[in-house]
């Protein structure tokens, strides 16, 4: 009878193991199938966050000498979100620490808007445009030239409303 239970447990034993080790050979192949998706997982580059800049900062200012200022703080908001996002999934690349000379020239762009004043306003965002430029020159992107632009980007888009004000 006592060798029929030691067989018993024994065998109990062994079961409860191999169990094991199969549940943990299944958990490991999940963690390696999601692991291989979040690396194939598509990440938008630097590159692509600063084109999207360049649309903000260029509507900015149609909207900004227009005094749309509802369409302005939502411009310079959508400049500011780029940043963050910039910080978050592009912090591989170097020149990302060289984004902080950035901040006080959105935040006065921002015044100018909360203000309503359109002088400042037109005054801050060369200095923000200046500061574009800058931060290329400091990364050898000095080929890469922002300037305040002359026709607004698109034709579909009103940027004087009354209303706005
Ligand atoms: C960290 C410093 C830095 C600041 C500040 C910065 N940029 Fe850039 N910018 C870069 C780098 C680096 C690249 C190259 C990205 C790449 O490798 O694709 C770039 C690329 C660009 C491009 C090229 C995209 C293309 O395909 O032509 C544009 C446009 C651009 N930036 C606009 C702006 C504007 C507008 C501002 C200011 C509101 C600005 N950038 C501020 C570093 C900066």
């Known amino acids: 009878m006592k060798k029929i239970a030691f ?8 079961f409860s193991c191999s169990q094991n080790s199969n549940s943990n050979q299944y958990l490991q192949s999940q963690i390696d199938s999601l692991q291989s998706q979040i690396n194939n997982a ?10 999207d800049i360049q649309v903000h900062h260029e509507k900015l200012w149609f909207a900004g000498t227009a005094q749309n200022w ?27 620490k060289n984004l ?6 959105i935040d006065s762009v ?25 931060c ?9 030239k922002i300037k305040i632009p002359d026709t607004p980007p698109f034709s579909n888009q009103v940027f004087k409303i009354d209303s706005a004000k």
């Not at 067989?7 to 062994?14: E, P």
């Not at 500011?80 to 999934?89: C, L």
Request: charged share 20%.
């Open 42 to 51: 598509y990440k938008p580059g630097l590159g692509e966050f600063m084109s």
């Open 110 to 134: 921002n015044n100018s808007i909360q203000q309503k004043n359109v002088v400042s306003f037109e005054r801050n965002f060369l200095t923000l445009t200046n500061t574009c430029n800058n």
């Open 70 to 96: 509802r369409l302005a703080d939502f411009e310079i908001h959508e400049i500011m979100e780029a940043v963050d996002d910039i910080k978050t999934y592009a912090s591989d690349r170097p020149e990302v």
């Open 100 to 105: 902080v000379m950035l901040q006080p020239a």
């Open 7 to 14: 067989v018993f447990l024994t065998a109990a034993a062994f």
């Open 136 to 144: 290329h020159q400091s990364v050898n992107y000095n080929f890469n």
